[in-house]
């Protein structure tokens, strides 16, 4: 069965598929039933060694005893929403609304019929292959799928490619971050009273604004952010507030200018704690790449000619902080590319081109067999 075949006659079961697997709640840290149903989905279709990780990953070797070459196939599990009851779905003739359903329930879908066809046509390259459906990629999952997958295959992967991005899009430079719970205390008191007192939150507002006083720095076309994400504290309008917690991260595509963010927010906050009762948590830390990647230009060269030759359309390259980040510390080859049209990413008003889902599916499955040395 050629792929057009193979892609003409799943599309309405990819659309089925996908609707089932918006319906099973994951966000982060939850993602154990979309495993479940995911492992049990394989061997339905006929894969063996499925596993479930030890980080909520599913793991789909094929022939990889042995090998030090293994390529990658992955797709995260996890939503940014934290709902543990469905979210809610709708759809028409040419879209489906659904929180999560292009951030990265769509990508899960298309990979699971990526795998199918791997099994149905028997294929096994011989230096194997592994489609993983892995946890912890979004928020404060901190990526511990990922980071599992490439502990217990270490030095074993040669190159990786996750479905996370926009049918056309291919993000080729990885955003890393670091991100901060800090929480300031006071004595606090009554605000008529104790009027005078340090105020938690007004102390903690001083370190805000200091954040926001830095010049990011700047190295070639590189991109350095920072944000001030949540601030919580305080007991009542009439209390001087004893407690203030925020969180914050900075982030850069660029590995130099991410340590230039660490040192310049390690000073902001050695400055705050010899002034304030205060405490400095680092709750997430996602790397950059290394300088040298060999065999990152060729593993973008095939994956950009499919995508080109797939959708008749230019590819557009972005920075973005995804699962590639781990390989891509370590100097392994790692791409991340899109297999659907969507718009609304993390937010409750999500929706997906479904038309776009034949050209994404076309897409997964030619990088997938290409990268295998499979005719394509």
């Known amino acids: 069965m050629d792929i057009s075949t193979y892609v003409s006659q799943h599309y309405f079961p990819l659309l089925t598929l996908l609707q089932t697997l918006c319906k099973i709640p994951a966000p982060t840290g939850t993602e154990q039933a979309r495993a479940v149903f995911s492992k049990a989905w394989l061997e339905e279709h006929g894969a063996k060694g ?145 009027f005078g007192e340090q105020n938690a939150i007004a102390e903690l507002s001083k370190i805000v604004a200091k954040i926001y006083a830095i010049e990011v720095p700047k190295k070639g076309e590189s991109n350095t952010t920072y944000n001030v994400g949540t601030i919580t504290g305080g007991t009542s309008v009439n209390t001087i507030a004893q407690s203030a917690t925020m969180t914050c991260e900075y982030r850069s595509d660029n590995i130099e200018c991410l340590a230039k963010m660490e040192e310049t927010f390690a000073e902001i906050f050695f400055a705050a704690e010899l002034e304030n009762d205060i405490t400095v948590q680092r709750i997430g830390d996602r790397p950059c790449s290394v300088e040298d990647e060999t065999g ?57 081109e479904k038309a776009s889902l034949s050209q994404g599916l076309t897409v997964a499955l030619k990088t997938a067999l290409r990268l295998v040395g499979e005719d394509a």
């Open 50 to 194: 499925v596993v479930i990780d030890s980080a909520k990953n599913v793991v789909f070797p094929i022939n990889c005893e042995g090998s030090d070459n293994i390529t990658v196939f992955a797709a995260h599990t996890d939503t940014v929403f934290p709902d543990l009851a469905p979210l809610p779905y709708s759809e028409d003739e040419e879209k489906i609304y659904c929180p999560g359903v292009g951030d990265n329930t769509a990508h899960m879908a298309v990979l699971l019929l990526v795998a199918k066809y791997f099994i149905q046509h028997q294929i096994s390259p011989k230096d194997g292959v592994l489609f993983v459906f892995n946890a912890g990629e979004e928020g404060l999952g901190n990526l511990i799928g990922t980071r599992t997958l490439f502990s217990d295959y270490a030095g074993r992967i040669g190159r990786f490619v996750s479905l996370d991005a926009k049918l056309g899009v291919m993000n080729t430079r990885t955003v890393g971050s670091h991100r901060f719970e800090v929480t300031l205390r006071t004595r606090g008191g009554h605000s008529f009273m104790d």
């Open 296 to 352: 990152m230009d060729e593993l973008k060269t095939l994956c950009q000619a499919v995508a080109e030759e797939v959708t008749g359309e230019k590819v557009t390259f972005k920075s973005s902080s995804t699962d590639c980040n781990i390989p891509r510390s370590l100097g392994i080859p790692a791409i991340c590319i899109g297999a659907c049209r969507f718009e609304g990413a993390h937010t409750r008003e999500e929706w997906l």
